[in-house]
């Protein structure tokens, strides 16, 4: 990102330049918004895995590709325990394969990225067109790739559009909203929901 600083203006009238280290902070924390779904099934897997090896230390071993391997000699009492174990990692395993950031970022190594989001559909409302320079050689990126190397390469920058639009609907939403305002309107939709919740 180029340096300089920006303008942030909110509701009240607060207006002040923003540095734009402080938009390269928001952008970074668009990052972990865009991927929350993903972190909360991988935390759930590793969780309901380590449940598992601290109760059947010297019973349940783990392969490379998370499969499961047993002793034979399981206390018939802890069979029920067991079961239920291995039926909350299984589910837990499942979910995380299934899980997908809101670019379509998978959290499963070797999984394509599934492109048509939510997000690439408020993306391309607005013409599809990179929103800073920096998005613009993302792009650039994207484009000379063919095949596979393509797809990931375009759910790359469909990762960077999601962090750059949102530092600016943090940090200048007004500038957003002109430039943008169905990329607006997805963060605004999502803040709505948010402050509903009890």
């Known amino acids: 990102m180029q340096t300089g600083a920006s303008r942030y203006d909110d509701d009240a009238g607060y207006n002040a330049p923003v540095d734009e280290r402080v938009r390269e902070v928001i952008h970074e ?64 395993r499942d979910a995380l394969k299934a899980a997908r950031a809101e670019t379509g970022k998978r959290g499963v190594d070797g999984l394509p990225p599934v492109i048509a989001t939510a997000w690439k559909k408020a993306f391309d409302a607005d013409g599809s067109r990179p929103l800073t320079p920096y998005l613009a050689e993302k792009k650039t990126e994207f484009e000379k790739e063919t095949g596979a190397a393509k797809l990931d390469k375009q759910a790359d920058f469909l990762q960077e559009t999601y962090a750059e639009a949102f530092s600016l609907y943090i940090a200048e939403p007004a500038t957003l909203r002109a430039l943008r305002p169905s990329t607006y309107a997805f963060f605004k939709s999502k803040q709505d929901q948010l402050e509903k919740k009890p």
């Open 29 to 92: 924390i668009g990052h972990a918004i865009d991927d929350v779904k993903l972190t909360k099934a991988s935390a759930d897997k590793s969780s309901a895995r380590a449940e598992l090896e601290k109760n059947f230390p010297s019973q349940v071993k783990f392969g490379k590709e998370d499969e499961l391997e047993f002793d034979e000699n399981i206390p018939l009492d802890k069979l029920a325990e067991l079961k239920a174990g291995v039926a909350k990692f299984g589910k837990a």
